[in-house]
């Protein structure tokens, strides 16, 4: 069920798109993930999405022996939801990228819903130097860079999780996202309720403009009526603009350092609860209430805490 008035806050902690010389506040080690999601949930998020890093490059790691080394740490500190990414990173295969939701069985995974050109090299004109080699590598190949989502992709990460209990956080980069998912919901390989997360601002998808985030909510509406549950992430500068204008129209808000680095025009995000507590006021300032971990489960049809594997 939906409980009026009420807004999820998902908290994406450190992903993989942002890399150590663009901020000093990108978490990478264990214990800065740790410390950063207890802080966000704290702050007011009811979902916490976390990736994984090298914690001596920064580098993203999607091996479970990465995940273990926060993931106990986080279900101790809060009460939140814990989100495990199967996006892992664009340069990963998806046998690599699923393998911590297979073994970890969180209440939610995020599942990308379709193949894209997936954009970054163009922060090569930003950055000059950089920490470490990779970084230039990784921004570069993005130029020739085919983000592989496939439908066959998406059923093996269905059947991988589903009987865990585990619900998906549904990323939709462009509207033909919607349809794939609505494919999948036609063939009974999802049920709702549908936690859909529109993303805005990535080059190779949808843009951010006012107009792109109606169109979604539109397509979205068309295709599930009351059957899904919708929050936005916008990435970068678009993040806070794209939040206002969905929470306004009754949907939910993802924030985090792994969707933009930045707490205002020019001003770096000193850690995630900077960002969570910025969706805070936006959300409140409309007249509605943050959700919490529990009202959210019951938004979302959780399994809850006490059924994941870590």
């Given amino acids: 069920m939906s409980i009026k008035g009420k807004v999820v806050i998902t908290c994406a902690i450190t992903g993989s798109i942002h890399t150590p010389t663009m901020t000093p506040h990108l978490p990478i080690t264990p214990d800065e993930i740790a410390s950063e999601a207890v802080a966000a949930a704290e702050a007011g998020a009811a979902i916490l999405h976390l990736h994984a890093r090298d914690p001596e490059t920064g580098k993203p790691d999607q091996t479970p022996e990465a995940f273990a080394r926060f993931l106990p740490r986080i279900k101790q500190s809060t009460n939140a939801a814990v989100n495990i990414t199967t996006g892992g990173s664009p340069f990963m295969t998806v046998e690599e990228r699923v393998r911590p939701a297979a073994q970890f069985k969180p209440e939610v995974a995020s599942l990308n819903m379709g ?10 004109d930003k950055y000059t130097e950089f920490k470490h080699d990779w970084e230039r590598q990784h921004l570069e190949a993005t130029r020739d860079l085919v983000f592989r989502n496939s439908f066959k992709d998406i059923e093996y990460v269905l059947e991988t999780c589903y009987e865990n209990g585990t ?14 998912l609505k494919h999948f919901a036609d063939r009974g390989l999802v049920k709702p309720p549908f936690f859909i997360q529109s993303v805005f601002g990535i080059l190779g998808g949808i843009g951010a403009h006012p ?8 397509t979205a509406d068309r295709l599930f009526g009351s059957d899904y549950r919708w929050s936005v992430l916008g990435a970068g500068a678009a993040q806070l603009r794209v939040a206002a204008q969905a929470a306004a129209m009754g949907g939910n808000i993802r924030v985090g350092i792994e969707d933009s680095i930045w707490a205002g025009r020019g001003v770096l995000a000193k850690s995630n609860a900077d960002q969570v507590k910025l969706a805070r006021k936006i959300i409140e300032g409309l007249g509605l209430e943050v959700a919490t971990p529990d009202e959210a489960r019951e938004i979302l049809s959780l399994k809850g805490g006490d059924a994941v594997n870590f």
């Fill in 115 to 124: 193949s894209m050109n997936f954009g970054l090299f163009p922060l090569l």
């Fill in 211 to 218: 107009e792109d985030v109606s169109h979604m909510k539109r």
């Fill in 167 to 180: 619900r998906f956080e549904f990323e939709c980069y462009d509207i033909g996202h919607l349809y794939n």
